[in-house]
Structure formats: structure tokens, C-alpha cells
């Protein structure tokens, strides 16, 4: 037994007990007649204490010469502290150390093991496993234990059985890019890692599994945005015998089990807003409700009053600002040229003050009277020393432009507050997206989301305008969850597949097992993903899904800790009968 | 809602109430005035009841025609049964129907879905969602996600931290093949999938997570032998800051928890066996000590009596088999073509009869007199009534014959039961193996195992003779687990390197990470890791791994649902700069 307690654990209930402790040594704190060492485990903090009176010379001496992160054993008794620590669980008392053993000796770190660091993002990645020992990251990585130990928890308990899908599956064209695994077996042919284990939970229902979770690792070959990875996590939900309302009345239970659990926070019930509703009243079909500054079109009270701009626009719209009329013409500017920049790519942007004694002042008073001005404040819900921020172009462009902006100002206001819970459902999402460039319509959610019932006609005349039982679980505007009701009759799959541009040949070749699944009794069905490390992340009052991860790669997918991936062996390549193509 | 309750769910309580459920049309017998259909879901089976009395013609006509595996909604009465079924759970009621909905065709299936189906083991996996339907399989899946919530629940319990590693890591040369997957984005790069999460958990120990575990898929491009998959489950795990027997309690804790959650058995305490005396007593390293049968070496006995095969054998070992004197000579002779075959590979076979009047006879009476036998039966424990075997030649070859051969009788007896448990440590392995066929040793464990304290100097003068604090937690003899206590210090893990052939710069360039680790300050710590397939399978007292896994793959790494691996597009193959040499 290296150690009899934690370094977390001792209390004044322990005071006179010989005690061992390990750990890495934190600080030294060298008095010259006495020698303070703090040591650190995952469970904390415990003071070691040496001193002339009472320490052998050597041992003080050996205390003194330990450097920071070298990993000791102390054996001795637990006296009380002389001045007591009341922020640190075992700052009551403090070991007096008999013996002092080295069990590794350590070289300096590259960075500071303490909770703000001095590493920046590319040394701490690469010393990771020193990166966990610091408290931040590794009470996240517990924290995620945790959530994910609650989802089982109540999965199990309201009936979902976990199955492991295979991982060594078929590429299939439909989506992102896959990762593929030549076979040494199977001469020029290829295993693919999966997106998601969607066609394998379908059949699991096919299979009367009833209903299925999984926490799952996922893959996708894309190119890497900030904060994503090419291998995340998805807790992967299934039931049969199912329609829309079920699923999501299944799932919000579980999201509230968490919230409650995790957070302590009482949710009574997630409203639900239409995909149309979402984009109309947010710009944004995953809107963050924390806060208001919803959406007001002004189209009627704006237009036809000769201002050009407004005139010649599909769209007309604004938010009101809480508290921002006293923004100085500078910081307006300053606020027209971030709407400018052409990550946000509006052309201007209209701004009215509501003044304290109930006069406006905008930026087109030139064209607009006080009158004019009071109905755009009517419409925007705006009170006095509010300020309305209005923007106007095409449906689709001004509303993300004017979404980017309302989160924008409820960062500068605070709004958006880390532990503040807003759950949403946003339900009737279309059935398919057009690619502009392609002019081809894509399935917005995948290709075995069914569309609402008596729609599938529509799929000829309107395709656009179809509506599926799609649902995305939104919580602070981040999409936390998607799911649909799925198709479960060989018929619609192979409409939908000739829809989405697939010959019948090539539907068969990808998916052929499915629709023949399908014509062997497969019940209704319907399910779910959570994205886990965004879910956790949101949870932990974050924002970098990196920080709950404990290995994660960087933006070119490399693990720079392990440097991987690498070149292999020429023998390797010609075992899996593959050439490089260079 | 498409269903009120589960087909298991109904009881004598629910007479009277109007009910919906849904499910699989199990059979139909059509009695003419009265129809009869069983309702099957995952939860159970429900009888449904159709008759010319109470049922309307049509609805009765409907019922009649229903195929097998059709799936249906019955909205109905609950109604007291006539004949009691008290084998069903539902059997005390019957379902009295008035709506009943189509909610999928099924066509005929190729197999029966009963828990003996007519379907051998290649249509059940191409059409495995089908063979999922069946008893036998799907309480497979649910006794393995019972097993895995009892793991997580435990683990938890006593402080393991659930920690994901990657599964795109890098390629290493040592213990099996990988899988790889080439890189897009790296030209000319390559991930592999771990084979086990070895060096991450490691590398958290480093970290200072103290207590890891995780349930894992790990890949293995091995060619595969009956029952073994490229793709399996394991539960990992490592503790820091401990000593062998920290790691023994700490396990034999988690496996005496699962015999009594799961089986009811309550084991006091595993017992303890070295590699060496494992090989002695049982011949083999995985010893199944639910019967007796030890081996007994008889070279003192045996040898210097004129039979020349004994004499100039390394070893002449035999056992008694408890009440086989009956074998006739023709079942003596097949035994004797049995341990011939070359599975087994021995020369010959030396029987005794130990008859019931207290002399014997043997295959060898002209070389051996009755007190020679004798002392043989009292080596080998044998009584009358009892069959002593003996095999003879070099030691390693013999002990694996005698071995098998031991197992093979156990079968034959029925002392291979099924609901009987028996764990066993086997520890002090040997560090290094000697692959006789390229004179090079290799890490019998892995190359991250401790020698035992003060035999690092062995590792030059006798390799072979170096013992490693690594061990196996053995049940029915099965391996089910093996660990070890791992190296945590640069120097010792070079000299491992060296030892196994590697250069210093293999070793950097494949491991530089994990040693570059271990200067900044690692913990003593160990761990062990289960085969989870293989624990779950025997758990449920069965041989198969493959009717505990969803989705198998079968002995050419072939997903035959899916039909995986499958050709990639040119277009795909030139992302990933490759091209096939073929």
C-alpha cells in the first residue's frame, strides 16, 4: 500500500493519526527553519510539514531540495494547522513528516501546473497529460464521468438497453467525408469508420430492440472549423413504436434529469418553437431564449417613406438593444463596421436611440419622423434608453446577419449568462435544403427522415416546402440534440433516395440492406442524438468542447501529444495492397 | 401514443381495461369460429383473441390472414384467458380485439423467429436484425448491457473516472497488426486504431487521474480464428500509486460484484496461482478449476523400466479421470486417435484402468507390474473406478496435449457446468517469451510491464527466467482479464526497449512521447484490462462471443448484413493520395 489517505481527505478528525500520503509536490515554501510543501492529488490539497525542532536535518535538507511536480510518498502524523486555510477542504491540519520517500523524480514543466497556466494552446497540447493535472481540465474530465453516468443512469432505467454498433462498417457517399480503412483481408476494399450508428440503430428497431441508447464515439473527414473534431461523441437514441411527440417528451426527461441533477435547476417544460417560428422571430434555427431582442419586421411601417435602401429590400428588421441608447457615435461606428466585417457581411446598419424623455434619434432621420419612429419602437418591444438596431436585404442573408448581431450584443450585455438554462425544442424542420451552388436539394437532417403525413406529394410539385417530423433539442443556442422520425416502409425510402439524386442501382448498392430490412416487418420509429462533448461543454458553463476532451487533435487533425497520424512502413502499405499516390 | 402497454405486461389486474398494443404477429391459429394470434415485443408475448361470437366477420377475416412477423396495433379489451397459460407471464389473460391495424407487411422470413430456429449460422447474420427477434439473442444483448451498467456502476462507486482515449491514434510495430486509416488532410500519413488504449491510460496515470476506466472498442487485423473478432470490447483500467496486490483486491472486488449482482454467487475469495504452478499442476496458464484432474509427473515412476517412449521423455505426465475404467477398448482407441490428431499433436496415449477389485490394467502391463501402477494411481489421485492417462515427451508440448486432453474429458464428464463458477489469479508471469522460430524474445504482456523488483539484471544473463509483476484473472478456464504493473521511469522502459529488439531511435520515434512522460514526474501505477465479449459470454454460461456482439463479423472480417468491407470511389482514393497496387 503506497498510501493510507488521499491528499483531499485528512480533517481535524484525523489529527494525531499516522498517516502516508503520495502525490506530486505543488510548491515549496522554504522558511529556512521550516519547510512547508504542498501535495497534490486528484482529490486535493494537503500541507507537509517539516522543521528544525522537530524533522531530522537530512529530512529537511530533502524536503528543500524538491522541485516542483517530483512525485513523493511522506509517511507521518496529522497535526492541527497553526494558521488554519478555510478555503481548502483539509486546511484544518497539516502532516508532520517522519519519512520522505522520492517515488519519480520530475523535470521542470514546460508549463505552470496551476489553475491559470502559463502554457498556451499549442504546449499544453502537447504535454497534455501535465495539462490534466491541472484542476480546470480535470474537473472536467470528471464532470463529464458524471453526465455521462447520469444519461446511463436514467437510459437504463426508463428501459433503453445500450448496443454496441460495429465501427468497422461501409462508406457510403451521402454526407460528410468518411474515414476509410483498407482491409488486408478483402484485396481492395475498404471498412469505413461511422458518422453515426444510424442505419445499425434502425435495424437494431427492426430487430425489436424497442428501445436503444449508445454514448458513441463518431467520425468525420471534414475540413476542421474551430472546435470541432474529427472524432466526437454522440449519445445515440432510438425507440419504436413511436411518433414525434413521444420522442420528445422521452428526451426531455432525460435533459431535465441532467439539468437537475447536474445543475440543480428546475425546468418545468422546454417550449417548442417551429423551425419557420425559430427563423422569423431569431434569424436562427437554434436561437439562443436566455434573453429577448427578438425579431421585429418592419417591412410595413419602413418601407415606402423614400429611403432606398429600405425600399428595395425583401427584408426589413430589427431588434431593440436594452440599455444601449447611450452608445457614443464612436461605438455605433464601431458597431456598423463589425456588421461590416464579411464574416457577418451586412452592407450598413440603421440605428435608432430611445431617448430617456421619449424622443428618437436615428441614423435616418432624414427620412424618418418621430411618429415613424415610435411604430418601429412599438414593433421592437423598445423602452426608453433602449436602442434599435435594424438591418435590411434578402430573407435569408439579413437574418443571419441580424441573429450574429443580437448575440453579439447580448455577449457585450452580459446576457448570455453561463448558468442560466434555456432549453428549447425547434420542431417541423424542412425535409430538404437546396444546395445554391449545385441547384440539387440535400436531406437537411439525412436521407431516412420521414416527411409530416400527406406531405410526400409535395416532394414532386414543391420540394422545398415539404416539412418532416425533424426536431432539434436547442439549449443556449447551441443545437445539443437532433432527431426525426424515421421512414420505415421500402417504398418512401426509395422515393426519398430518388429525390436526393440516387439512381436505384446505387441505392441498393449503399443502402439495399436497410430497404430490405424494411420489407421484413419494421416497426415505426424514431430517435435521437446528443452531441456529448457540446452537451457537456454547454453544462459546464463552457465553450471549448477541447476542454472537456482529454486528447483532443488540433485544427489539421493531428494529435500533436503522440504525433499522429504518421508515415508506416512500406511492408504495411503492401500487406493492405496500396501504393502512396504522390 | 401507438401502444398503452408492452406485450409482457398485461396481468389478471388489467381484466376489464381497454388496452392498445403493438408488436410482431408471432403465429396465428385459425380454429375457424375463433383466431388466436401471439403478439410478441421485446418484453413478451400477449394472446389476442378474434371469434365469430364477439368480433366482427371482417375483423376476424382480417386477423386470419395476418403472416407471420406482420407488424400490427390491437386496441381491445383485456379478458380473463380460458386455459391459463402459467408458464407466460401474460398467460393469465387474452386480449380481446375490436381495431386492429396494419402498421407494416412482413414478408415470409427466412428463418423461423423461435428460440430454435431452422436457420444455420450464415442466413442469421446476413439477416441479423431478424435473428436479433429471437429470445436467445436479444436477452443476449440486454444480459451484456445488465453486465456493463454493473461495471460502470461499480467503477464509479469506488472512484474510477470513465476517461475517453482516441481512436485515431498511431501506428506502432509491436503485438498485432494494426487497422489503419489513412489521412487526407496529412498526404502520405496514417492513423491506426488502438489495439488498446495502453499508452492514454498511462499517460492519464501521468496526468494524475488516479483511477481510469473505460468500456472500449480495440481492433486487431489478426487473421482470425474461430471466434475471435478485428473488432472488441474491453474493460480498461489503471490505478495509480499502487502495488500488484492494490490492483488484485481492486478487480477480484469488481468480479465477485458481478457473479453476485448478476449470477447470485457469492465467492470468498479467488484463488492464487503462479505461471509456474499453473503449468505444472494444469499444463496450461488459463487452468479451469472447476473439476480436478491435476496433473501428476511421473518421470521417478515411470522412468528405468524398459518402456523406452517414458524413458527417453523429457516428461511423462498423466491424470485420473474419475470413473472412466468402464471405457471400453474401443473408446480407448478413439481416445488414443483423438490426442493423435493433429490439433493436439501427441505421439500416443498410456492408459491404467484402476479396477474396481483394486488391481489395474494398463496399455503397458509388459513393462509395468501391478506396484508399479500403483504408485502411479497414487501420484494421480486415482481411486478405483477410476482412468489414469498418460502422456510423455518434451515438457512445453506435453503439458499442452495432457492439457487439452484434460478439458476434453471434463466435457465428456459434464464437469464443465455452465452455472458454476470458478476464478483464479495466475500470477508471475514471465516477462519476456522466446519466439523459437526467430531466437527473438518478446514481451509476454506488453513492453510497458514491470519486471519484478531486482531482476532487471536477469534480463541479460537469463531472460527467460525474469519474473513480471503481470497476471491474469482466470474463470472456467477462460482468460478474462490481464494486467500488470507497469515501468514508470525513462530508464527502465529503454532497457525494456533495448531488450526487445527495438533501436533507441524506434523506440523514440514510436514511444518518445511515453518516456518524454515519464521524466516529468509519473506515479508508480498498474492496471489490467477484460475482455468484455468473452466475460459477458461466459457470465451467461455460454461458449459464443458472437451471440453477445449485435453486429459480428465472421472469420473473413466480413459484415455480411452490410456487406463491408466494400471498393471505395476513385475519387476517394485520390483524397487520400493513394492509389491500390494490384
Not at 150 to 162: A, C, N, P, Q, W
Not at 408 to 437: H, N, Q, S, T, Y
Request: proline share 5%; with cysteine; charged share 30%.
Amino acid at each position: 500500500m503506497y498510501r493510507s489517505h488521499t491528499c483531499g481527505e485528512l480533517r481535524a478528525s484525523h489529527i494525531d493519526s499516522e498517516v502516508t500520503l503520495c502525490g506530486w509536490v505543488q510548491k515549496v515554501r522554504d522558511k529556512g527553519f521550516v519547510v512547508w510543501i504542498d501535495l497534490r492529488d486528484r482529490y486535493g490539497l494537503t500541507q507537509l510539514v517539516f522543521d528544525e525542532e522537530r524533522s531530522a536535518a537530512e529530512l529537511l535538507e530533502k524536503a528543500r531540495s524538491l522541485g516542483r511536480e517530483t512525485v513523493i510518498q511522506a509517511k507521518g502524523k496529522v497535526i492541527e494547522r497553526a494558521s488554519k486555510h478555510p478555503n481548502l477542504p483539509t486546511g484544518d491540519i497539516e502532516l508532520l513528516v517522519a519519512e520522505l520517500t522520492l517515488l519519480n523524480k520530475a523535470l521542470l514543466p514546460p508549463f505552470t501546473i496551476e489553475d491559470d497556466t502559463d502554457g498556451g494552446e499549442d504546449i499544453r497540447m502537447k504535454y497534455r497529460y501535465l495539462d490534466i493535472r491541472r484542476n480546470p481540465i480535470k474537473n472536467n474530465l470528471i464532470f463529464r464521468h458524471q453526465v455521462t453516468m447520469e444519461v446511463r443512469k436514467y437510459l437504463s432505467d426508463h428501459g433503453f438497453i445500450e448496443v454496441e454498433t460495429p465501427y468497422l462498417i461501409k462508406s457510403t457517399p451521402e454526407g460528410a467525408r468518411d474515414f476509410v480503412v483498407p482491409s488486408r483481408m478483402n484485396e481492395g476494399q475498404f471498412y469505413a469508420l461511422p458518422q453515426s450508428p444510424q442505419t445499425f440503430k434502425q435495424l437494431l428497431m427492426v430487430g425489436g430492440m424497442d428501445k436503444y441508447f449508445q454514448i458513441v464515439k463518431c467520425f468525420r473527414d471534414e475540413d476542421l472549423r474551430a472546435d470541432r473534431q474529427p472524432e466526437f461523441t454522440q449519445i445515440d437514441c432510438e425507440m419504436a413504436f413511436v411518433e414525434q411527440e413521444d420522442v420528445l417528451n422521452a428526451f426531455e426527461g432525460l435533459t431535465k434529469h441532467l439539468l437537475k441533477e447536474i445543475k440543480g435547476v428546475t425546468i418545468d417544460r422546454f417550449p417548442r418553437m417551429t423551425y419557420d417560428e425559430a427563423m422569423k422571430r431569431f434569424g436562427n434555427d437554434k436561437p439562443d431564449i436566455r434573453f429577448g431582442m427578438e425579431f421585429a419586421e418592419l417591412n410595413e411601417v419602413a418601407q415606402h417613406k423614400d429611403f432606398n435602401v429600405f425600399n428595395s429590400a425583401e427584408l426589413v428588421v430589427g431588434i431593440a438593444v436594452p440599455g444601449a441608447a447611450s452608445y457614443s457615435r464612436k461605438e455605433l461606428d464601431a458597431l456598423i463596421d463589425w456588421v461590416r466585417r464579411p464574416q457577418i457581411g451586412a452592407k450598413g446598419m440603421v440605428y435608432v436611440k430611445c431617448n430617456d424623455d421619449g424622443t428618437f434619434k436615428s441614423s435616418v432621420d432624414k427620412f424618418y419622423d418621430q411618429q415613424d419612429l415610435a411604430a418601429w419602437a412599438k414593433l421592437t418591444g423598445a423602452s426608453q434608453g433602449d436602442l434599435i438596431l435594424v438591418l435590411s436585404g434578402n430573407t435569408k442573408e439579413t437574418r443571419a446577419q441580424l441573429s450574429a448581431l443580437r448575440m453579439e450584443m447580448a455577449e457585450r450585455l452580459g446576457l448570455r449568462k453561463a448558468d442560466e438554462f434555456a432549453p428549447l425544442w425547434v420542431i417541423d424542420f424542412p425535409l430538404l435544403e437546396l444546395d445554391e451552388e449545385t441547384g440539387r436539394y440535400h436531406a437537411m437532417h439525412h436521407p431516412f427522415t420521414s416527411p409530416k403525413p400527406g406531405q410526400l406529394e409535395l416532394l414532386e410539385s414543391d420540394p422545398g416546402a415539404v416539412r418532416a417530423n425533424a426536431y432539434d433539442l436547442v439549449l443556449n443556442g447551441n443545437e445539443i440534440g437532433g432527431g426525426s422520425i424515421r421512414i420505415h416502409d421500402k417504398e418512401t425510402q426509395q422515393i426519398m433516395f430518388r429525390h436526393l439524386g440516387f439512381t436505384p442501382e446505387e441505392a441498393k448498392a449503399q443502402f439495399g440492406f436497410l430497404m430490405e430490412a424494411f420489407q421484413y416487418g419494421a416497426p415505426p420509429h424514431g430517435g435521437i442524438a446528443f452531441g456529448l462533448d457540446r452537451l457537456v461543454a454547454i453544462l459546464g458553463g463552457q465553450e471549448t468542447i477541447r476542454d472537456f476532451i482529454a486528447f483532443p487533435k488540433n485544427n489539421s487533425g493531428r494529435d500533436v501529444m503522440i504525433d499522429a497520424p504518421a508515415p508506416i512502413d512500406e511492408e504495411q502499405l503492401k500487406e493492405l495492397h496500396l501504393k502512396l499516390d504522390n
